[in-house]
């Protein structure tokens, strides 16, 4: 059986290095010099962006690459963050180690769940993420000497240097940074030994470790990277928004995340960043557009907004799956060939 | 009233509320047998009865008779449509990413119930009678005590009909190889859509079941999440053991409720199905599947 959602081991893009490096730094000036023009709200998006774009790449290595399906990444996201919160209250690490900490903490509690079901093959890993995910999240509402329950905990701002991240745009650039390092693991990763690993588990489990792939070893590898970039994710979170409670990481999170990497593409770097975009960027439109429509017919549109936009995400996962299996990647590889013919990528 | 009877109590309560788990996990068991879809859209497909009945019963006040039959054509008709139109083109695609559509598929009927109906609890019109059932000195709830009635006498009788019908030979066959089932002139999309209709029925009677017991909101496609507990302690593949699943984590939610306040009720399940993968990940009756490379 061929899976139609394939990714050459080695990214087409290898030998023109060069242009992509230097694309990749134009964009990054850009993003440096964004706080300089734009608005504050944009500012305060890119950073919400930035974040989504890495918990994207956590479940894009996961369940894109190596096939895990993972219905819980949120709640490892709310692992990072309460992780950032109560390393901050109780024991006052500063931001580069509680963030990395973040991340550790996300991805030994995503391996606690995952190792029972990760040596058996099948649905046995959805349902034991689906598991983590309540369960978790009952654990921020109920373990209420730790968490604070549905009150949360807030968090002081990050310092560098005795200078406080206390506003969006300082917050940005750390986002920024964090955003940076991550992709460029993500890209480099997947080129790597590890990286073919997780393909090959993906495209065929069974035939991988007959060829000597350990496929346990390598799913726990993928699973636990992926919950350390939300663990690292949801720290950041608690540092931008100074604030963690349990809504924020419920079940619809997880189903946002997951739209995000199927409408970017699964298997995709690219397409996790565009799919985070694309998905971060849509409620926004949703919003203003159900709201001019509500106005125009006097409606109250206010009240259906959460309810349009979990029927839009579940839509776009089932059109995009149909339709389109490498996602928005795969669209803008097209229109990308077909404006320069030259450039030669499939 | 002494400890003892109190765990008779609870555990008379817990295992009447596993008979409707055990209705609904059955859907979800007959689809996966014939095409390897696991259908995480079942408790949306639940819920979304439940308000087809309200809607036929209430708002058009057709009565209730009327009502569920409206209701069980409405889920009949949703059924086939999430089958023909999402499901049959992913045929032979790779598992996660079936499962990944029935995931969205719950998604949206989420969204849209909740763009219809709105968020609030609705009242439905009682079909199950109150009065308490006396069993020697336990009490159990009238409504949960006839809801149990009601659905092991579905189930029972669907496990019947799927053992010694023609029907039910039909999806053994195609559970048991597509092919070969193919071969000997059996319509393979033929059972699995009539695997998404008997999906459709139980989950519209449970769903309107459970709404009666509880009440109609959205979040009760969310509960039913607790189904796939059931469906993994009885064994993805085995239909009788939905039963017994059933009563088994009805009964443990309840008594576990009990002993450790009801927030624990939520999470019971899950903490369940963990433990199951450490121990016997093929549930009680399933069977191990072998697979070539």
């Known amino acids: ?170 917050v940005y650039y750390l986002i920024l940074f964090c955003l940076v390092v991550a992709t460029w693991f993500a890209v480099n990763v997947i080129r790597s030994r590890v990286g073919r690993a997780f393909i090959a588990i993906r495209e ?30 949801g720290g950041l979170l608690a540092y931008f928004n100074q604030f963690v409670n349990p809504e924020q990481f419920g079940l619809l999170l997880s189903v946002f995340f ?27 439109f949703l919003r203003e557009g159900a709201l001019a429509v509500g106005g125009t017919f006097g409606f109250d549109i206010a009240s259906i907004l959460v309810p349009l936009r979990e029927a839009v995400f579940g839509l776009l996962m089932v059109a995009f799956l149909i339709l389109e299996p490498r996602g928005l990647a795969q669209l803008w590889k097209r229109a990308r060939t077909r404006f320069s013919r030259s450039d030669n990528v499939a | 009233m002494n400890t003892f009877s109190a765990f008779l109590e609870y555990s008379a309560v817990g295992i009447a509320a596993g008979g409707i788990y055990a209705l609904i996990a059955l859907g979800i068991v007959v689809i996966f047998k014939s095409s390897r879809t696991f259908n ?23 009565g209730i008779f009327l009502g569920v039959v409206v209701a069980i054509v409405g889920s009949i008709a949703v059924a086939l449509l999430i089958e023909r139109l999402a499901l049959r083109p992913m045929m032979g695609r790779p598992f996660i990413a079936i499962v990944m559509v029935t995931f969205g598929i719950g998604s949206i009927i989420r969204g849209i119930v909740g763009m219809i109906w709105g968020p609030n609890d609705l009242q439905i019109p009682a079909i199950l009678a109150r009065t308490p059932v006396m069993l020697g000195d336990i009490f159990i709830p009238g409504k949960t005590a006839r809801a149990f009635a009601i659905a092991v006498v579905i189930v029972g009788g669907l496990i019947a009909f799927l053992r010694y019908s023609r029907a039910g030979i039909a999806l053994r066959a195609a559970a048991a190889d597509q092919i070969t089932a193919y071969s000997m002139g059996i319509d393979v999309r033929r059972v699995i859509a009539f695997t998404w209709i008997i999906a459709a029925i139980t ?14 909101t959205p979040h009760l496609g969310l509960v039913a999440l607790n189904v796939l507990s059931v469906v993994i302690l009885g064994g993805m593949n085995s239909i009788g053991g939905v039963l017994v699943a059933g009563f088994i984590i009805g009964w443990l939610e309840s008594v576990t409720g009990w002993m450790l306040g009801t927030e624990f009720r939520e999470i019971t399940p899950y903490i369940l199905v963990l433990l199951l993968l450490l121990v016997r990940p093929t549930g009680l009756f399933g069977t191990k599947e072998i697979e070539r490379i």
Not at chain 1, 123 to 147: G, K, R
Not at chain 1, 206 to 233: D, H, M, N, P
Not at chain 1, 266 to 271: F, I, N, P, Q
């Open chain 2, 40 to 62: 995480f859209a079942m408790g949306e497909m639940m819920m979304l009865s439940a308000y087809f009945f309200y809607t036929a019963a209430v708002t058009f006040s057709l």
């Open chain 1, 1 to 170: 059986m061929v899976s139609n959602v394939q990714t050459p081991a080695v990214p087409a893009s290898a030998p023109m290095f060069g242009r992509t490096f230097l694309w990749s730094c134009l964009l990054i000036a850009v993003l440096l010099a964004l706080p300089l023009v734009a608005p504050r709200y944009w500012v305060y998006f890119a950073g919400i962006l930035g974040i989504n774009i890495i918990a994207t790449h956590g479940l894009n290595i996961m369940t894109g690459y190596t096939g895990l399906l993972s219905l819980g990444h949120a709640a490892f996201v709310g692992v990072g963050a309460y992780t950032v919160a109560l390393a901050q209250l109780h024991l006052g690490l500063p931001f580069y180690i509680a963030i990395p900490l973040a991340g550790c903490a996300a991805a030994v509690i995503g391996i606690g769940f995952g190792l029972p079901s990760l040596r058996i093959r099948g649905l046995y890993l959805v349902i034991a993420t689906l598991a983590a995910q309540f369960i978790l999240n009952f654990v921020f509402v109920h373990w209420q000497s730790v968490t604070k329950g549905d009150v949360g905990l807030t968090v002081q701002p990050a310092t560098v240097f005795g200078f406080p991240l206390n506003n969006e745009t300082r």
């Open chain 1, 258 to 284: 997951l739209s995000a990497v199927i409408v970017g593409g699964m298997g995709s770097t690219l397409g996790a960043v565009l799919g985070a975009i694309f998905m971060t960027l849509l409620p926004e």
């Open chain 1, 204 to 233: 065929r489990d069974l035939t991988a470790e007959v060829l000597g792939v350990q496929i346990v070893w390598y799913k726990l590898v993928a699973f636990a990277l992926g919950s350390f970039y939300a663990g690292v994710a």
């Open chain 2, 203 to 216: 989950g519209c009677i449970s769903g309107i079941l459970m709404a009666n017991v509880n009440t109609l």
